[in-house]
C-alpha cells in the first residue's frame, strides 16, 4: 500500500494548506536508509516553513516536519544491512511528517530501547539548543542567573532541568500559573506569571537589583524587550557590557510577519575583555524605539 505524507503545496495557515496524500514508496540511494516512522512532533518550528517564513530556500511543494523517530526498514548500497530494525532518529533526511522517511545513513542516530518514542522523537532540537546556549554560548554555572520566557514550553522545560544539572539558576517566566508547580519540581529557581506579576520587579527583587546573568528569549516581540531591561549590564560609551562575561550585541532586524520588527537572533560574545560597538543607542526603557532588535532563540 502506498504511504501516507502530510504534504504542503503553498505557503499559509497550516490547517487551509496541509493536505493528506499517498506518494510511491521510496526506495533508499546509495548511502541512504529508508525509516518507517512512528512518532513525529509538532514544533513551533514546523509551522514557520508552512507559512512562508523560510520562502527564500524552501520550494514548494515540501513535506514538513524537522524531527522524529522511527525504524530503519530498508538501505542502499554502501549500508550495512544490520541497520535493518534499528530504531534512529533520521536527520537532515526528508520532512517527517510521513510514514516512510529517506534520510542519510551517516546522520542516522541509534535511539536505545528505554526511551519511549514520544521522548525519543524529541531529542534532536530543543534539547540540543538548550544545552548548546547553556554551555557552549552562556557557558552558566554556579552563580548566574537565566531568565527564560515561555517557561512552559518544551524547551522551557528543559531548561529548567539543566539549571539543576549545570548548577545556574533559572527564573521561568509563564503567562498563567498553570505550569508553575511543574517547572519548581524540575529546578527552576523562581517561576513569575506576568499576567499578574511584573518581570521587571520581580527579578530586581530575587537578584538584589542585579538583574539577571543572561536570558533566552522563545517569544519575541515586546517579551523580548522585556528580557532585556532584566538582563545584569552596566554601559561603557557605546558598549553594553556584561560584568560578569563578555559583550551582547544587539542586531537591527527588518523582517516581514507579526510587526516590522521581529527578536530574532543574537550574538553573545564570550570571550574576556572582548568589547563590541552597538549600531545604536538602546534606551533600556524601551529597546525598540531606534528600530533595534535583541536577543531571541528557540521554540515558542
Avoid at 545513513?105 to 528505554?114: G, I, L, M, Q, Y
Avoid at 525519543?120 to 540540543?128: C, E, F, H, R
Wanted: charged share 20%; proline share 7%; glycine share 12%.
Amino acid at each position: 500500500m502506498e504511504p501516507w505524507m502530510i504534504y504542503c503545496e503553498r505557503f499559509g495557515e497550516p490547517a487551509e494548506v496541509l493536505t493528506l496524500k499517498r506518494r510511491e514508496p521510496p526506495r533508499p540511494q546509495a548511502g541512504e536508509i529508508l525509516v518507517r516512522m512512528t512518532a513525529s512532533p509538532i514544533n513551533p518550528s514546523d509551522l514557520l516553513p508552512v507559512r512562508g517564513a523560510y520562502a527564500h530556500r524552501i520550494a514548494l511543494p515540501f513535506v514538513p516536519g524537522y524531527e522524529g523517530v522511527g525504524t530503519v526498514e530498508d538501505v542502499g548500497g554502501g549500508v550495512s544491512r544490520s541497520m535493518i530494525g534499528t530504531r534512529v532518529l533520521p536527520l537532515r533526511g526528508e520532512g517527517t511528517w510521513q510514514e516512510l522517511v529517506v534520510s542519510p545513513a551517516e546522520w542516522a542516530v541509534p535511539v536505545p530501547a528505554s526511551l519511549e518514542d514520544a521522548t525519543a522523537s524529541q531529542l534532536y532540537i530543543n534539547p540540543v539548543t538548550a544545552w548548546l546556549l547553556c554551555t557552549d554560548v552562556l557557558r552558566l554555572g554556579g552563580g548566574d542567573v537565566l531568565a527564560v520566557n515561555a517557561g512552559g514550553s518544551a524547551i522551557g522545560r528543559i531548561f529548567s532541568q539543566l539549571s539543576t544539572l549545570l548548577g545556574f539558576r533559572l527564573i521561568s517566566i509563564v503567562r498563567s500559573d498553570r505550569h508553575t508547580g511543574e517547572l519548581i519540581s524540575l529546578g527552576a529557581w523562581r517561576v513569575v506569571n506576568t499576567g499578574e506579576t511584573d518581570l521587571h520587579d520581580a527579578v530586581t527583587e530575587w537578584t538584589n537589583g542585579n538583574g539577571v546573568t543572561a536570558t533566552v528569549d522563545c517569544v519575541g516581540g515586546r517579551s523580548g524587550a522585556d528580557l532585556i531591561a532584566c538582563t545584569q549590564t552596566r554601559r561603557r560609551g557605546d558598549q553594553h557590557r556584561s560584568p560578569l562575561r563578555g559583550t551582547l550585541e544587539f542586531i537591527t532586524v527588518r523582517t516581514g510577519g507579526r510587526g516590522p520588527f521581529r527578536v530574532v537572533s543574537f550574538e553573545a560574545l564570550a570571550e574576556p575583555g572582548y568589547t563590541g560597538r552597538m549600531a545604536e543607542d538602546v534606551p533600556h526603557a524601551d529597546p525598540f524605539a531606534r528600530e533595534t532588535a535583541t536577543a531571541s532563540l528557540g521554540d515558542g
